[in-house]
């Protein structure tokens, strides 16, 4: 499985649309085949960060997800309004 952790730092006046962006992307992507789990959250002391934290099956979920047009539209609306980190991890099964 993959985890991706992605940081978004959005100033005050965007910070509605940028959540916004978020909430439509999680719920449009928690609808594909191969996403395990996928989610924003807003940081209780840092008002401007978000992060989304997503896990999928493999990487061919990713790449899926990566090519849809739902991503295509609620990223871009998030990168044109924010800085965006990402991180990725390769998780390893209980079973290996």
Request: some cysteine.
């Amino acid at each position: 499985m993959l985890r991706l952790n992605c940081f978004i730092k959005v100033s005050a006046d965007k910070r509605q649309e940028a959540l916004d962006a978020a909430k439509a992307l999680v719920k449009a992507s928690r609808l594909e085949d191969g996403c395990v789990a996928y989610d924003v959250f807003e940081s209780a002391t840092i008002p401007e960060h978000l992060m989304i934290c997503e896990t999928w099956r493999d990487q061919q979920a990713l790449d899926a997800h990566s090519s849809s047009d739902h991503f295509s539209r609620y990223v871009g609306i998030l990168r044109s309004i924010a800085e965006m980190h990402l991180n990725t991890f390769e998780m390893k099964s209980s079973k290996d």
